[in-house]
């Protein structure tokens, strides 16, 4: 477990490309524990990329990338299990329940399946668990895997637009899991520039997958976030 | 086990893998009962047909095995977990090995029904010997198989190309093994050595799975 002291994160100089195509260059940051990032850009700005390289699903190829403590990629193995990702993809079996994906993923972390029922209903989903997921909507199957993420209860979340499909009722439904009182650190990636900006301690702005824009938040205003996207 | 238990709910909840590799061998039997113009067959012919149509039944069963992880987030997930990546190895084969037993627990009779002149009866207990450790090699090798073609998007060339010629020895050594199980002249003894072919197959092919499959995983 990393100290409380030590950063969640530690970026220094990160890249990543797909054969020829440059996906991330220069990123250099740290976020301290329980702190958390807004991450702006564009479609294509290398902030999917960032998150699944702080997940340990991509292998960083420049830079140097530190997570709760442990060098990335070789230190992989014992960040697993302690970051919690909420992708664009709800990693959720289209034809299990929402409780059956849920028991699946809480014995994969070792977790007990009776949390499940207890987060199911936090979310408003425990009168919808035993319906496959692909019956679901958008937005319900947002919150199972809001869930599914927080389930192992993780030192650092990684958040891809966790708001998207979200009503305001469910998105308040959410909030105590993966909002800044969560407790964890936060990558969150948005869209949604004052909310982002509003939640973030630190904020990162990618153009092209080179960091455009990297301060606290309370120095970056809303227009600083649009530019990003002119 | 949680793997295991996972996929075989999805697998009685979809009948995608099981009820398609039935049906495949059944209408291949078929095919062969008039393709070869011949009502009953026995010794090696016999034989042969039997592994070709459960090896192209399994290839079926290779296709599908990790299909759900690449397009649901299964893989990304696991990758999550504190959980060793062998684990994933080990369960999809032990999947892959149940989905080919409850195959011949049903293609089996339906072939003695359908084309097979000496009755396996007398001879059941090696023939599930020779079963077993057939089944053993296949779901090894498709496993692997399975898992590099699902990143490829040929994925439904890739099985065949590659499952085809890795698991020859198996049908070469199990067909041997079988002939003689369905001679017309009664079951004869099961000869040994091809027994041990497909038990060092099962052997060399775990441990070489065993090795590599990590990579497979890698980005």
């Known amino acids: 477990m990393a100290s409380a002291t030590e950063p969640a994160v530690e970026l220094t100089g990160l890249g990543r490309a797909y054969g020829e195509r440059t996906a991330l260059e220069g990123v250099t940051l740290s976020l301290a524990a329980g702190a958390t990032l807004a991450v702006f850009g564009a479609n294509g700005a290398g902030k999917s990329t960032l998150l699944r390289i702080l997940a340990t699903l991509l292998r960083p190829h420049s830079g140097r990338a530190r997570v709760l403590g442990a060098d ?24 299990l329940s929402a409780q059956e994906n849920l028991v699946f993923h809480a014995r994969l972390h070792g977790v007990e399946a009776a949390r499940v029922p207890a987060l199911l209903e936090q979310v408003g989903m425990l009168g919808r668990a035993r319906e496959p997921v692909r019956t679901l909507s958008r937005g319900m199957a947002q919150r199972v895997a809001i869930c599914r993420a927080v389930l192992h209860a993780p030192e650092l979340l990684l958040l891809d637009e966790p708001l998207a499909n979200l009503d305001p009722g469910a998105a308040a439904a959410v909030a105590p899991l993966i909002g800044r009182k969560a407790g964890p650190a936060r990558v969150v990636i948005s869209h949604d520039v004052e909310h982002g900006l509003a939640e973030a301690d630190l904020v990162l702005g990618l153009r092209g997958g080179r960091p455009a824009l990297l301060a606290p938040a309370g120095e970056v205003s809303a227009a600083d976030v649009r530019a990003l996207y002119a | 086990m ?113 084309l097979l002149g000496p009755s396996p009866v007398g001879a059941l207990p090696e023939l599930l010997a020779v079963l077993v450790l057939a089944d053993l090699g296949i779901a090894i090798v498709g496993t692997l198989v399975g898992a590099l073609a699902v990143q ?68």
Do not use: C
């Not at chain 1, 990629?73 to 993809?89: C, I, K, M, Q």
């Not at chain 2, 759900?68 to 369960?91: H, Q, Y």
């Not at chain 2, 499952?163 to 001679?183: F, H, M, R, S, W």
């Open chain 1, 72 to 95: 990335l990629p070789e230190g992989g193995w014992s960040v697993r299990g302690r970051v919690g990702l909420l992708a664009h993809d709800p990693l959720l079996y289209r034809e």
């Open chain 2, 2 to 114: 949680a793997l295991v238990r996972k996929d075989l709910a999805l697998e009685l909840r979809t009948k995608e893998a099981v009820p398609a590799m039935f049906l495949f061998s059944v209408s291949t039997f078929v095919l062969f009962r008039f393709g070869l113009d011949r009502t009953t067959l026995e010794g090696d012919l016999a034989s042969g047909v039997l592994w070709v149509t459960l090896l192209f039944a399994a290839v079926l069963g290779m296709n599908r095995l990790f299909v759900a992880e690449r397009e649901e987030g299964g893989f990304d997930a696991f990758l999550l977990a504190p959980v060793d990546r062998t684990s994933l190895f080990v369960a999809k084969a032990a999947v892959l090995f149940g989905f080919l037993v409850a195959v011949e627990l049903a293609a089996v009779p339906v072939f003695a029904l359908l």
């Open chain 2, 152 to 219: 490829t998007r040929a994925r439904d060339l890739i099985v065949p190309l590659l499952a085809l010629p890795l698991v020859t020895p198996v049908v070469i050594a199990a067909g041997q093994a079988t002939a003689p199980l369905l001679a017309e002249a009664g079951a004869a003894a099961l000869p040994g050595r091809w027994l041990g072919v497909l038990g060092l197959y099962d052997l060399v092919f775990g441990l070489l799975a065993l090795a590599v499959f990590d990579f497979l995983l890698e980005d």
